[in-house]
């Protein structure tokens, strides 16, 4: 009797396989159906938390009648795994460029359509070039949002107290177990970022940032363990915040993560002094890029909100609020001059040249890379 | 002769709709459990003797043409399962995962017993009063009632805050981000859990058998372990099971209360995920999670049996 629910479940299971199947094909026609239809107003955009200026969205909206839903990660990673796995319902994301790079690699953006980008002349060809001989050639599928650096992100007056002649402009903050070791009770943090924290040792240790010699790794991995007792965690988007209110003293940050959170402790008036440095040793530099997913259902609108974003008022905007640099050159001259005077924010050319791009890795190092790291956070 | 045949017809088709009808009730719980449980098992178990391809998604199909394009060849990679013997890591976690769900599942019961049994014991009406109550907490996020406990237990947290002013300490416990902190997580958001099968059965128990045990003379303590205990085993299993086998795979109490330097497996789970985007060995790690919680169910699903023949008899 168990025989015909059975049966009719097998049909089932039979029907579903072959629909889950066929399912890849048929989404492929209907966004071919749809790419020549007139668009709804509307814009999925991904962005990095607390990476726009607030008002810029709704001006956008005002101006072209399409609304925008705006949702926001803090970690490539997570990006990267929803694009894989397809259908997020993104219009709009912004990949960092080793991970681009990867994306276009897996085939998940599709080559922008610079006709209907008419700003695309105010682009930083430096930064530009950049981009097109690291990550993505020609600049054929993403124009580059904010680009930026990690680094020393420090409360000036609780460094002061522990250590007067701190090193604050020097990798050995963190990774020198003697100083790091001071500033532990009142917090260090670094970034949940594997293959950008290890480009800083290696730039620490005087390595190349981007090798990937096992022995490489192992002694990073080494340095790390060693001073992995005095941090107290690792994450990419809550240290704005502790640094603001005076939870962490010592941050591994991103340069304009850090200046916000600068801003914000200002502003609360909370006597909290915070600081950033570009250390002297150099540092690990990346590209933040606007880019359109191939299943983006409203590609048009998408090129409609990068246009706008490459306005030079609009950047400037952008940059004035999250103190990024942009490679937007038109718009340099628009940014107020504590931005562009800081040159941590925007280094001289000499620090220019010791800036180095994170490179893509290989997926073989991404596992002997994401294991040490593994091991790092626990302590093992 | 046709009156007969018309009469058996007519048996016949009763009997036809009946064994229909009996299909469709039976068919729908095996349809729910093809759609939402085998069928995804299956597609993990592919999955997880894949390897990693830069592509959406990012593994190799079952099936793909070979290198000179002439056939086609099935992709079937055992290395998966044997790069988690390889690291320890993974065994480390799975075995901290069972002490965490087992020491869980044995708090839960030892808080719990008592509860269910003094509401099966309480009077009807306060009964639904006390059921209420255990249920209420389930109105709220489960999210937001783990975040809760972080602002329970920081160092600058209320019971520190708490302790520090009643001068039972002078220095600020560390409670968040240990184990300790967990297992509060866990046996806070898993213990409605236990008391309610629990209830289920110890409210169904015959009071009549307890003054019988009286009557010859055994003390309550006797009474309890001989005769209620016994006759509540059934409930005890599954409301164990239904603490053990979710709070294994735990993913969301041990990231917000747990330490960092000890992962929980539900968390390794995700890194492979999201952090190294290796599907293959993230399915393999669910599908040994699955072979292990499936050991308890199916000793549970004996047990059953056996109670039930027992019944019959």
């Given at each position: 009797?168990i025989n015909?629910?059975?049966?009719?479940?097998?049909?089932?299971l039979i029907a579903?396989?072959?629909?889950a199947?066929?399912?890849?094909?048929?989404?492929d026609?209907s966004a071919?159906?749809?790419?020549?239809?007139?668009?709804?107003?509307?814009?999925?955009?991904?962005?990095?938390?607390?990476?726009?200026?607030?008002?810029?969205?709704a001006?956008f909206?005002k101006e072209?009648?399409?609304?925008?839903?705006y949702?926001?990660f803090?970690?490539?990673?997570m990006?990267?795994?929803?694009?894989l796995?397809?259908?997020?319902?993104y219009d709009l994301?912004v990949p960092s460029g080793?991970?681009?790079?990867?994306?276009?690699?897996?085939?998940?953006?599709?080559?922008l359509?610079?006709?209907q980008?008419s700003?695309?002349?105010n682009a930083d060809?430096?930064?530009?070039g950049?981009?097109?001989?690291?990550?993505d050639?020609?600049?054929a599928?993403?124009v580059?949002?904010?680009w930026?650096t990690?680094?020393?992100?420090?409360?000036?007056?609780?460094?002061?107290e522990r250590?007067?002649?701190?090193?604050?402009?020097?990798f050995?903050m963190?990774?020198?177990?003697k100083?790091?070791s001071?500033?532990?009770?009142?917090g260090?943090m670094?970034l949940?970022a594997?293959?950008?924290v290890?480009g800083?040792?290696?730039?620490?240790?005087?390595?190349?940032?981007?090798?990937?010699?096992?022995?490489?790794l192992?002694a990073?991995?080494?340095?790390?363990?060693?001073?992995?007792?005095?941090i107290?965690n690792?994450?990419?988007?809550?240290?704005i915040?502790a640094l603001?209110n005076?939870?962490?003293?010592?941050?591994?940050?991103?340069?304009?993560d850090?200046?916000?959170a600068?801003?914000?402790a200002?502003?609360?008036?909370n006597g909290?002094?915070?600081s950033?440095?570009?250390?002297?040793?150099?540092?690990?530099?990346?590209f933040?890029q606007?880019?359109?997913?191939k299943?983006?259902?409203h590609?048009k609108?998408?090129?409609?909100f990068?246009n706008?974003?490459?306005?030079?008022?609009v950047?400037?905007k952008?940059s004035n609020?999250?103190?990024?640099?942009n490679?937007?050159?038109a718009?340099k001259?628009?940014?107020?001059?504590?931005?562009t005077?800081n040159?941590n924010?925007?280094p001289s050319?000499a620090?220019?040249?010791k800036l180095?791009?994170d490179?893509?890795e290989?997926?073989?190092?991404?596992?002997?890379?994401?294991?040490?790291?593994?091991r790092v956070?626990?302590?093992? | 002769?046709?009156d007969?045949?018309?009469r058996?017809d007519?048996r016949?088709?009763?009997?036809l709709?009946?064994?229909r009808g009996?299909?469709l009730?039976?068919g729908?719980?095996y349809?729910?459990?093809?759609l939402?449980?085998v069928?995804?098992?299956l597609i993990?178990?592919?999955i997880?003797f894949?390897e990693?391809r830069?592509a959406?998604?990012?593994?190799a199909?079952?099936?793909e043409?070979?290198?000179d394009g002439?056939r086609?060849?099935a992709i079937?990679n055992l290395?998966?399962?044997g790069?988690l013997?390889?690291?320890?890591?993974?065994?480390s976690?799975f075995?901290?995962?069972?002490?965490?769900?087992?020491?869980?599942?044995?708090?839960?019961?030892?808080?719990?017993?008592?509860m269910a049994?003094?509401i099966?014991?309480?009077?009807e009406?306060?009964?639904?009063l006390?059921?209420m109550?255990?249920?209420l907490?389930f109105?709220t996020?489960?999210?937001?009632?783990?975040y809760?406990?972080v602002?329970?237990l920081?160092?600058?947290?209320v019971?520190?805050?708490?302790?520090?002013a009643?001068?039972l300490i002078?220095q600020p416990?560390?409670?968040?981000y240990?184990d300790?902190a967990?297992?509060?997580g866990?046996?806070?958001?898993?213990?409605?859990?236990?008391?309610l099968?629990l209830?289920?059965?110890?409210?169904?128990h015959?009071l009549?058998?307890?003054?019988?045990a009286?009557?010859l003379?055994?003390?309550?303590?006797?009474t309890f372990?001989?005769?209620?205990?016994p006759?509540?085993?059934?409930g005890v299993?599954?409301g164990?099971?239904?603490?053990f086998?979710p709070?294994v795979?735990?993913?969301v109490?041990p990231?917000?209360?747990?330490?960092s330097?000890q992962l929980?497996?539900?968390r390794?789970?995700?890194?492979?995920?999201?952090?190294?985007r290796?599907?293959?060995?993230?399915s393999?790690?669910?599908?040994?999670?699955?072979?292990?919680l499936?050991a308890?169910i199916m000793?549970?699903q004996?047990?059953?049996?056996?109670?039930l023949?027992?019944a019959?008899?």
């Open positions: 009797m015909v629910p059975v049966r009719a479940a097998a049909a089932v579903f396989t072959l629909a199947c066929s399912g890849k094909p048929a989404a026609k071919e159906a749809t790419a020549n239809a007139p668009e709804e107003k509307v814009l999925n955009v991904y962005n990095w938390s607390d990476y726009i200026e607030p008002g810029v969205i001006a909206t072209t009648g399409i609304k925008v839903n949702d926001v803090d970690s490539n990673e990006l990267e795994t929803k694009l796995a397809g259908n997020t319902g994301v080793s991970f681009l790079y990867r994306q276009i690699k897996a085939g998940v953006h599709s080559t359509d610079k006709s980008l700003n695309l002349g060809p430096a930064i530009a950049r981009v097109a001989k690291a990550f050639t020609d600049n599928h993403s580059n949002y904010m930026g990690s680094g020393v992100g420090y409360n000036v007056k609780k460094i002061k250590m007067p002649n701190a090193p604050v402009d020097s050995a963190f990774y020198d177990p100083i790091v001071k500033f532990a009770d009142c260090v670094l949940d594997p293959s950008e290890l800083t040792v290696l730039i620490y240790l005087g390595k190349d940032a981007n090798s990937e010699k096992p022995e490489d192992a990073a991995e080494k340095v790390l363990l060693s001073v992995r007792k005095y107290r690792f994450n990419s988007s809550a240290y915040e603001a005076g939870e962490a003293c010592l941050a591994l940050g991103w340069s304009g850090v200046l916000q600068k801003s914000r200002e502003s609360a008036k909290v002094e915070i950033y440095n570009v250390p002297k040793e150099g540092a690990v530099m990346f933040d606007l880019a359109i997913p299943d983006a259902k590609p609108n998408a090129h409609l990068i706008y974003l490459l306005r030079a008022d950047a400037a952008n609020f999250i103190q990024y640099a490679g937007n050159a718009s001259s628009m940014i107020d001059a504590s931005v005077g040159p924010v925007y050319e620090m220019m040249q180095v791009p490179l893509p290989s997926p073989e190092f991404n596992r002997l890379l994401t294991r040490s790291w593994t956070k626990t302590g093992q | 002769m046709s007969a045949f018309a058996l007519r016949a088709r009763g009997l709709a009946r064994v009996r299909n009730v039976i729908i719980p349809l729910w459990l093809l939402f449980f069928v995804p098992f993990v178990f592919k997880s894949s990693v830069l959406m998604p990012p593994y199909p079952l099936f043409q070979a290198a002439s086609m060849v079937f290395g998966n399962y790069y013997l390889t690291d320890s890591l993974y065994f976690t075995l901290y995962s069972l002490k965490v769900a087992a020491v869980s599942t044995l708090l839960c019961l030892l808080i719990g017993y008592p049994y003094a099966a014991r309480a009077r009406s306060t009964r639904n006390l059921l109550l255990i249920m907490p109105w996020s489960f999210l937001l009632r783990v809760a406990w602002g329970l920081k160092t600058d947290g019971i520190n805050n708490a302790l520090l009643a001068g002078d416990l560390s409670l968040l240990t300790f967990v297992y509060v866990i046996v806070y958001s898993y213990l409605p859990f236990m008391i099968p209830y289920s059965n110890l409210e169904k015959d009549t058998l307890l003054e019988a009286a009557d003379g055994a003390r309550p303590v006797t372990l001989r005769v209620t205990l006759l509540s085993l059934p299993v599954a164990c099971l239904l603490v086998i709070a795979g735990e993913y109490i990231s917000l209360l747990g330490r330097d929980m497996i539900g390794v789970l995700s890194d492979e995920f999201f952090a190294n290796d599907w293959p060995v993230a393999a790690v669910a599908i040994v999670l699955l072979v292990v499936l308890p000793l549970f004996r047990y059953q049996n056996r109670e023949e027992a019959r008899r």
